[in-house]
């Protein structure tokens, strides 16, 4: 399920959709959730943060590290332990906002 926008990046054309779509999968059995600082910045995983904290127990939640998307068309990559170590920062952050 693709929650940012258009190519996977940015905000979704609708919000809401965006969450009960969130809500219907983990309603669902769906129980493994791989996101990402790339795909916005922090779009999916403020969605995720949004609809679904506080997270079920059996929900597993997987963020890929690396990557810095610096506009729609360009993508750094950053394997630098700063930059894996401010992502990993970044998603701990999202999940205590609920």
Do not use: W
């Not at 997270?55 to 630098?80: F, I, M, W």
């Amino acid at each position: 399920m693709q929650l940012p926008g258009h190519g996977a990046f940015g905000p979704p054309r609708s919000r809401q959709d965006a969450l009960d779509v969130l809500r219907y999968a983990v309603r669902a059995g769906v129980s493994h959730i791989d996101t990402a600082q790339f795909y916005g910045p922090d779009v999916a995983n403020d969605l995720i943060c949004e609809a679904l904290y506080p997270y079920p127990g059996e929900l597993v939640l997987v963020s890929k590290v690396g990557p810095v998307a610096t506009t729609r068309e360009v993508y750094e990559v950053r394997r630098v332990p700063s930059n894996c170590v401010r992502a990993l920062v970044i998603v701990r952050r999202a999940r205590r906002r609920g």
